[in-house]
Structures are given as C-alpha cells and as structure tokens.
C-alpha cells in the first residue's frame, strides 16, 4: 500500500478526530518499528471492548507491533472475543463467518497476488482457540495441506470464552468452567505439532509474558509465509473472566504455566524456513 493513502486530504485536517491525526504523524507505517519501539509511536490499537486483564488484548497488542509491514497487511478474524477488537485496529481486516477465516485467507491470498504481482500483501489470520482449532479446523489443516502462504495466529485462551466459558478442544483436561462443571474429559489438542506434520514452515508457541520472543516469532511467521509456505503461532491468552482470577494477575497466570511445563514455549522450523532465518539475520536486515 502506498502510505499516502492514510494521509489527510487537504482542507480536512481539522475536523479529523485526533486519534486519526496521530496515527497519519505519528504511527508506525512504513517506518519499520516494533516492540522495542513500543511508547514512541502511536499503536495501532489502543481503546478495546476486551475484557481488563484480558490476555488476548496484550497479545494482539503485540502483534501489530510486530508486523513487519502492517500497511501492506489484511488481518483475517472470525467470532469470538479478537472479534470485538478488530473495529479498533487501524489495519485492514476482514470478518469471516465462524471457522471459515483460513479458507476466505486463502482467496483472499490468491487474490492479492493476481492484483499486485509486483508487491508483497501479507495475509495474516487471528483467531480464538474454538475457531482454529475446533469449528474451523478442517479449513486450517486443508490451507497448510495445500502449502497457503500466509500465517495462521491462534488466541489460545482455552476456552469459548466470548459465550459463556465452554471448554474447546484447547482447554487443559480437567479445566472446570462456566459450562464444563465436570472438568474437561480429553487432553488439550497438540496444535502445534499437527501444524508441524500437516507442512507448516514454522510453528510457534508463546505466552505475553515474553513480549520480545512473542514479537519475533511473528516477524518470523510472516516472513517465512511470504517466501515459503504457510505457518503459525498459538499464544496462550489467559482469560480471567472465564478462569476466575485477578485481571491483575494475567501474565503471573502465563509465566506460571511455563514454569510448570503446561504451557512450554517452543518453536519448529522446517529445514528450508532455518535455512531462509539464518541467511536473513546473517545479512542483518
């Protein structure tokens, strides 16, 4: 996108909110900033309806920081609780039915490529533990099967936490919710393995309590899908309206389930996505 497109048009600067104008002076298109640069640029949310403590809020707060071209990025979410979110995120973004996002993702992919074959459009998608890995599955492992290259990103709160805190196939076994009195019968899905196995280049696993790593896995998600193939990243996302805790207590939450090996951080790189990282951090660009 050319970033004039932002740009106030003459005769209009003073009566566009302010929010507007400090995104056109002071945001972060075509300028290359990231996490580290966080508090020096306006973000690209800012005021949300989420939940306080939300853990899915910080994460999304944290991707778009980390978008390596966010003015040439289309978000692709589905329901759930990023849903409520996206009319406050200055990217374009497309709202799916639920489950669909992977396979609108993938037609929307094909389609930027045919109507700009000489730039790069990154296709990102953003959805909850219940659309990826549930009621959409079967169109998020068909677009790894087929070799899509965009990047598939699951809020993992571990549960249906936007209507009324059901458990998903996300959710620990055991977890007891608002709708699951019992405790969950089965494991938690291993995602990211399958994502491995079904052809992706990279797969990734965070929680916010590590801004940076969460920051570079999706610099690295995004690049690899441009050049290689699809990819992905699940990002533990506590939820302490559904989990009873403190909002307060969100990345205590996070950086407890590390400790104790529930929720580990971990990556896997397909041999010719490791071959394409290190040539581009050898080159230092």
């Known amino acids: 996108m050319n970033t004039s497109i932002v740009k106030i048009s003459p005769g209009f600067e003073e009566i566009m909110p302010k929010d507007y104008q400090d995104l056109v002076k002071n945001g972060p298109y075509g300028k290359g900033l990231g996490i580290d640069d966080l508090g020096t640029f306006k973000e690209l949310i800012e005021e949300h309806p989420l939940c306080a403590g939300c853990g ?29 979110s996206f ?25 930027l490529k045919i109507r700009f074959p000489e730039k790069t459009k990154d296709v990102v ?9 549930d009621i959409g599955l079967g169109m998020v492992m068909h677009s790894w099967f087929r070799g899509e290259k965009f990047t598939t990103i699951m809020f993992d709160n571990e549960a249906y936490a936007n209507t009324g805190g059901q458990e998903s196939g996300m959710s620990q076994k055991g977890a007891v919710l608002n709708m699951a009195p019992l405790g969950k019968k089965f494991p938690k899905l291993s995602l990211p393995e399958i994502a491995r196995d079904a052809g992706c280049a990279y797969a990734a696993v965070v929680t916010p309590a590590k801004p940076k790593r969460l920051g570079k896995m999706v610099e690295y998600a995004v690049l690899i899908a441009r050049r290689i193939g699809p990819t992905y990243i699940q990002i533990y996302c506590p939820c302490p309206t559904n989990y009873k805790f403190k909002s307060s207590e969100t990345l205590k939450i996070a950086k407890e389930k590390e400790k104790d090996g529930s929720y580990p951080t971990r990556e896997y790189f397909s041999p010719e996505a490791d071959e394409f990282i290190k040539k581009l951090e050898g080159s230092g660009k």
Do not use: W, Y
């Open 56 to 84: 899915l809020a910080l994460s999304q707060r944290l991707i778009l920081a980390s978008l390596p071209a966010p003015e040439d990025t289309v978000i692709v979410g589905t329901t759930g609780c990023s849903s409520l």
């Open 87 to 111: 009319a406050q995120v200055a990217i374009q973004n497309i709202h799916s039915i639920f489950g669909n996002q992977n396979a609108v993702a993938t037609g929307l992919k094909r389609a």
């Open 125 to 133: 998608v953003m959805s909850g533990d219940g659309g990826t890995a």
